[in-house]
């Protein structure tokens, strides 16, 4: 038995995250690390990743704005610690720091750094068991960012940041990322050392890492092969570019995996989405949620989809708003139809153009084709909802159910005043207000009879 040694156990691992500044250049009422990409806000794609390396604890550093970013945060389990005057970076992660338990790997991460990937952040952390690590990239324009000095042998010496940075440092295009890694003993010890004398009169959190490398204590740098995963958000325009840099990318994705993606540049993933094979999403959708699509699944132009279940074959036409609605195989939604949460088709089921249903099913093969209103409504199989027909369903005070069977025609402009029940085969005749129930096989006719007039004269014009 030679060479055999145990495996040293991992420390525990706290993280912090900062998000006390105030954002300047959004010009934004809304403290930055809430603006939203992909429809979630900067700082909870942080705090998403951060959970899934299990840390003991994840603190937030708040300031600006902490009531609404601390509420836009609730019941998750986190550690909020508020800085109250924004002294910077260093003095943020110090507001945690003293929280965090002895022997353990602590890591910071920037709440306007929002795409930072797991499999990165696991690789630093093994790294920061003994040893501050810092993670750097190389950008071909690196303005901004906190410059990487280096000496001639390539060792690290520290981080100067775009402020104080001379003419020939601005040039340097390794830059911080601001992601950074440290046992926890450590970093204390450092950042009390951390001076504000710079352009800035704050406390630089990448100062650390200079001043642990003048002491002796090697400082690992590790540099990420995929810039995207640290742009930093600090206006409108870098929080655009990284929202369809995101897109894009999911857009790709989903291609690789056999969807017809009709433009990258136009499609808005912000939740979830899974498909099939064949699946194909045309201009402008907006996925919201989570949304699945089945096989040969085809999303028209223009529409809007949040938490809707599709199963394959269907096709949803242009124009379409669908939220909380599961729609069976085959079906054919659209254009321009809107399906509100509760809404459940069966297979081949039709729902066209300008038709809104709520709390409502459609059996195999019914169809609403125009222009109607269907809410907390049960409709069978193989039934055919005339144009401009309305369920009643609200009193003014309380909601009613309409039941309509398998087989059911109603005719067109027909009102049906909940609650109400149409048995199988009831045939309603067009331009019928309905107040009673339907039996099997029964015509209903509730419009005032026609009556012609012969001879009429027509009004003469008014001579007053
Ligand atoms: C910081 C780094 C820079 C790095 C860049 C990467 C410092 C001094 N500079 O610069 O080296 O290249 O990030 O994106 O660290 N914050 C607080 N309290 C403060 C100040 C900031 O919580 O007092 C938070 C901000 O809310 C933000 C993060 O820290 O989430 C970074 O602050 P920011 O002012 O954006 O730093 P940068 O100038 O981008
Ligand atoms: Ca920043």
Redesign the pocket.
């Known amino acids: 038995m030679e060479g055999f040694t145990l495996a040293t156990a991992f420390k525990d691992l706290e993280v912090i ?7 300047t250049r959004m010009c934004s009422s809304i ?3 809430l603006h939203p990409l992909a429809g979630k806000p ?2 909870q794609h942080v705090i998403d990743t951060a959970k899934q390396l299990s840390p003991t604890q994840i603190h937030v ?4 704005g902490a009531d609404a970013v601390q509420a836009a945060l609730a019941n998750q389990k986190l550690t909020f610690h508020t ?1 109250v ?8 992660v110090a ?1 945690a720091l003293p929280a965090c338990k002895p022997n353990t790997a602590v890591l910071v991460l ?4 929002p795409l930072i990937a797991l499999s990165t952040l696991q690789a630093l952390i093994t790294g920061a068991q003994d040893n501050p690590i810092m993670l750097a990239a190389r950008l071909d324009n690196p303005g ?4 990487v000095l280096r000496d001639e042998k390539g060792d690290f010496l520290a ?1 100067v ?2 402020a104080d940075a001379s003419e020939t440092q601005a040039l340097i295009n390794e ?4 992601v950074l890694a440290a046992p926890a003993e450590q970093l204390v010890a450092l950042l009390n050392r951390v001076e504000n004398d710079n352009a ?1 009169k ?6 650390v890492l200079g001043l642990a490398q003048q002491e002796g204590t090697e400082v690992a740098i590790a540099v990420t092969e995929d810039p995207f995963e ?3 958000v ?1 206006d409108r325009l870098q929080l655009q570019t990284l929202e369809r840099a995101l897109q894009c990318r999911r857009a790709d994705a989903l291609m690789a995996a056999g969807v017809a993606v009709a433009d990258r540049q136009r499609i808005d993933i912000r939740g979830e989405l899974d498909c099939g094979v064949d699946v194909e999403i045309d201009i402008n959708v907006v996925f919201e949620g989570r949304v699945s699509l089945g096989d040969g699944v085809k999303i028209g132009a223009h529409c809007v989809l949040k938490d809707v279940v599709v199963a394959s074959g269907t096709d949803i036409q242009p124009f379409c708003h669908l939220e909380g609605a599961v729609v069976g195989e085959r079906c054919r939604i659209g254009p321009y139809a809107r399906l509100r949460p509760g809404s459940i088709l069966s297979e081949t089921a039709r729902v066209g153009n300008f038709v809104e249903t709520k709390n409502t099913t459609l059996g195999v093969g019914s169809k609403a084709n125009h222009l109607a209103y269907l809410g907390d409504t049960n409709i069978g199989a193989q039934s055919n909802i005339g144009a401009g027909t309305i369920t009643c369903n609200y009193d003014g005070i309380n909601k009613h159910h309409t039941t309509v069977g398998d087989a059911v025609f109603v005719g067109s402009n027909s009102t049906l005043v909940a609650p109400i029940d149409l048995s199988d085969g009831a045939f309603v005749a067009a331009g019928s207000v309905l107040t009673n129930n339907v039996s099997t096989k029964e015509l209903a006719v509730g419009r005032a009879r026609q009556r012609n007039i012969s001879g009429w004269q027509r009004p003469d014009e008014n001579k007053d």
């Open positions: 995250i900062l998000a006390a500044g105030r954002g403290p930055k690390v900067l700082l550093v708040v300031g600006h800085q005057e924004q002294l910077g970076t260093g003095d943020a507001c920037f709440g306007d750094v901004g960012y906190g410059r981080v940041e775009q830059v911080n990322t601001g800035q704050e406390y630089y959190l990448p100062d640290m742009y930093g600090n």
